[in-house]
């Protein structure tokens, strides 16, 4: 499990959902567009590329020896949404409907994080337009609890406002993308197949 430190270290990059952002030109932003459109037609639910479906992935292995049921499309799918969820709940601030779906230490920094935009009377604005990609990033078993890492590759419009509605980080009329990693753990003997999110990480 990671350590609440990591967390604190990491607000910066939770303020912000750990978006990428990226200042790019109109002419850069229509390419990106374009090739997004292309890869998205290409990408499955599971945000696993074609030609990687059905491959073996030798980091599952200590996994799938403790948990012979994991199957790793169900996993990338259902993180895929929890990814999409969360950032929506987020913006949303229903803090109250992500308990489910993360770690106590990821809720406590995302309420601290909501709370002081509240006292500054900032808005947050967002628009989730689609998943890029989602991948394996790291695997881990320690014990009976299991940690994996997942890049996601993703477009939105996010933005903060200040009270008086100048833009205080983001892009309020632009797509841009995100790069991180979010990391989803699991109590094995538990009995409870759901994954939490722990951890996120912008590169």
């Known amino acids: 499990m990671n350590e609440s430190s990591e967390l604190v270290a990491n607000l910066p990059a939770i303020i912000l959902l750990s978006f990428w952002w990226a200042v790019i030109s109109a002419f850069d932003r229509h390419l990106s567009r374009e090739k ?3 890869a998205r037609q290409q990408v499955p639910a599971s945000g696993v590329p074609p030609d990687r479906q059905n491959q073996p992935d030798p980091r599952l292995e200590a996994l799938c020896a403790v948990d012979p049921g994991f199957d790793l499309d169900t996993f990338l799918a259902g993180a895929a949404r929890a990814y999409e969820e969360i950032l929506n709940l987020y913006a949303n601030a229903d803090l109250e409907a992500l308990r489910p779906l993360i770690s106590a230490e990821v809720h ?3 309420s601290d994080v909501r709370k002081a935009q509240d006292e500054r009377g900032e808005a947050v ?12 990033e790291f695997v ?3 014990g009976d609890q299991a940690e994996i890492g997942v890049r996601f590759r993703a477009e939105i419009v996010s933005a ?3 009270a008086t509605g100048a833009v205080v980080s983001g892009e309020s009329t632009a ?3 995100t790069d991180e990693v979010w990391t989803f753990a699991r109590q094995l003997e538990s009995g409870d197949v759901n994954w939490i999110l722990v951890a996120t990480c912008q590169d």
Do not use: P
Not at 125 to 136: H, N, Q, R
């Open 108 to 110: 406590a920094a995302f």
């Open 175 to 177: 797509v841009t993308g």
């Open 125 to 136: 604005v967002f628009a989730y337009v689609g998943l890029t990609s989602a991948e394996i």
């Open 140 to 142: 881990a078993v320690n």
């Open 36 to 38: 997004s459109e292309q």
């Open 160 to 162: 903060v406002l200040s």
